[in-house]
């Protein structure tokens, strides 16, 4: 597993699903694609496996964009991925 971030933030876009901050860096050293299998780690330890299901592309003209939130699968409630939890992309 290949970590990409620690959950900042948390939200949900009205019929869209949970959207994770700050995100995916647009740095990365890895492809992190829409569909790409992650595992979120909670605080307490347990594990979400699931996958992404969107990046948000923001654009600013004041600031470049360093980080792209994620949007995860609409099943996904925002009370499952408490602030703090760290995100991993899975081997593929």
Do not use: H
Not at 30 to 45: A, H, N, Q, T
Not at 79 to 86: A, D, E, L, N, R
């Amino acid at each position: 597993m290949k970590y990409i971030f620690e959950v900042e933030e948390v939200f949900n876009l009205t019929n869209r699903g949970c959207v994770l901050a700050p995100g995916v860096s647009s740095n990365a050293e890895c492809p992190v694609l829409v569909g790409s299998k992650i595992v979120i780690v909670r605080p307490d330890g347990s594990e979400l496996e699931t996958k992404i299901n969107g990046i948000e592309i923001i654009r600013s003209v004041q600031t470049p964009v360093k980080f792209n939130p994620i949007l995860l699968p609409r099943d996904i409630e925002k009370s499952k991925v408490p602030i703090g939890s760290k995100v991993y992309l899975m081997n593929e």
